[in-house]
């Protein structure tokens, strides 16, 4: 078990650009969510995805934002036409969802954007 | 709607002092409650969890929780903090219904540890 990670741990790009950030969850975890996390402040639910499907998409999460996940593995998240905003720590986790699962997510180190 | 309350932004303890840290949740029903600790730059770790059962549940790191309903709480103890505590420390709410699975944070509370 070698937990989730993420890449790249650090991005800054300028307004206006694009950004993806990969998600690899934890292997033989069926469930991942992407989180956003500002200042001072708690992770903030955007979106998740059971396998290759995403059940739930937050109103956090505006056009600009979109989230894939082709093979029930990895994940990535796309920001088109990034905004001073969107400067956050995104926060990628994973769970295993099944009978008799516990149901606890399991975080990676995150992606620092800073949008400048 | 679905909240979590951390009503101290900010803790600071002695070392080998005890801690509690609040946590106040609003939700129609049993909740899963979780708590997480999050050192600076980092990703969240659990601590502990809480499903159903027995209402005093042990965690890593020599913390425990809490669950009283009558008070919709789920506060953090630990009896003796060391230096390596200092972090911030998050709790959720999980929901229970349906398919949803994503967590409600609080806002956090730092902890601070003087020598």
């Known amino acids: 078990d070698t937990g989730v990670s993420q890449n790249p741990r650090h991005k800054i790009t300028k307004r206006g650009q694009n950004v993806t950030f990969r998600c690899d969850p934890i292997s033989e975890h069926n469930r991942l969510y992407w989180y956003r996390q500002t200042l001072g402040q708690g992770p903030e639910f955007l979106t998740y995805f059971q396998n290759e499907a995403q059940l739930e998409k937050s109103r956090l999460l505006s056009d600009r934002f979109s989230a894939e996940r082709p093979k029930g593995s990895f994940s990535t998240l796309e920001i088109q036409r990034t905004e001073q905003g969107d400067s956050a720590m995104y926060l990628c986790a994973s769970s295993l969802r099944g009978e008799g699962s516990s149901y606890e997510q399991y975080f990676g180190p995150g992606t620092r954007l800073t949008v400048t | 709607a679905q909240s979590v309350t951390q009503p101290d932004i900010h803790i600071t303890v002695s070392e080998g002092a005890s801690l509690e840290l609040r946590c106040n949740y609003s939700?129609?029903?049993?909740?899963?409650l979780f708590w997480y600790v999050q050192s600076p730059g980092q990703g969240l770790q659990l601590l502990l969890k809480y499903f159903s059962g027995d209402t005093l549940v042990q965690g890593i790191k020599g913390f425990e929780a809490e669950f009283k309903r009558s008070q919709s709480s789920f506060n953090l103890r630990k009896p003796s903090v060391h230096w390596s505590d200092a972090a911030e420390y998050f709790c959720?709410?999980?929901?229970?219904?349906?398919?949803?699975?994503?967590?409600?944070f609080g806002k956090g509370t730092k902890l601070s540890v003087k020598p």
């Open positions: 959720a709410v999980g929901r229970v219904r349906g398919s949803q699975g994503n967590l409600i």
């Open positions: 939700y129609g029903a049993t909740p899963y």
